[in-house]
């Protein structure tokens, strides 16, 4: 990867899963990386100081991405603390409960909506100001395969990564003009506690890598397999990429 030395990178849900592996890689690449958690402070906390054990710096700062003003919050914190900010990935995500249409609790659908779609959302619009200095600006929208699929005892997951994939596509023809480089990684399962639960939930399986022979390349898809590809992104090497979405499922789907 192209030296990322001098940038300053936000990451959503960056203490734990495929946020974690993204706040990792993006440091081991020289970035100055500022990790956002909801609730478990430890992780974010040992996100910070594995980053810092490796010779990199790192913050951590809570916020719910779900709360307008919280996001707007933060976005004050990046501008007065740092003064700037050159790549956003939005990484932070919940699963839904698996429920039919029908059975699906008016709650749940609000929730996750909000933290895939309103969140990211207003995040990004209070930190435009900041990512419109930046000269190359990257937005990198986490998303899934699940858009490709939507299958049955889904829907208010499906309909929240939808809306942040529509959200991508759209912000990257109006943001071009500004510099930003905006696009969308969707992986399948990932060895993450999200994939663990969804894989004992749909499989009846207890241990992710009893997956491993039944998955494409002998593994299931690891969160550092993801982060690279965000690495690319933000890179120097996709200078000239921008508004697409890059499906990670080793040609499941």
Do not use: W
């Amino acid at each position: 990867m192209s030296s990322l030395a001098g940038r300053l990178a936000l990451v959503t849900g960056g203490g734990r899963g495929i946020g974690r592996a993204v706040a990792r890689g993006l440091a081991a690449d020289g970035a100055e990386v500022a990790i956002a958690y909801r609730r478990d402070e430890e992780a974010a906390r040992k996100t910070v100081a594995d980053i810092a054990a490796a010779g990199g710096r790192a913050h951590a700062y809570q916020a719910s991405v779900d709360d307008l003003e919280q996001c707007r919050a933060l976005a004050a914190r990046i501008g007065g603390e740092h003064g700037r900010l050159d790549i956003l990935v939005h990484s932070a995500g919940i699963a839904s409960r698996g429920q039919s249409v029908a059975d699906t609790d008016p709650g749940e659908l609000a929730r996750v909506l909000g933290v895939h779609a309103f969140g990211p959302h207003q995040l990004t619009q209070a930190l435009l100001p900041l990512l419109r200095r930046a000269g190359r600006g990257d937005i990198v929208f986490v998303s899934s395969v699940i858009t490709d699929m939507y299958p049955p005892f889904s829907a208010p997951y499906a309909m929240g990564k939808a809306a942040m994939e529509a959200l991508a596509h759209t912000l990257a023809k109006e943001e071009r003009g500004n510099g930003l480089h905006v696009n969308i990684v969707a992986p399948g399962v990932v060895d993450t506690d999200m994939g663990r639960r969804l894989v004992r939930a749909t499989l009846g399986v207890d241990d992710i890598r009893q997956q491993d022979a039944a998955s494409p390349y002998g593994h299931v898809c690891s969160p550092e397999e993801v982060a690279d590809v965000v690495r690319f992104l933000v890179s120097d090497a996709a200078s000239y990429v921008t508004d697409q979405r890059i499906v990670i499922d080793g040609g499941t789907f």
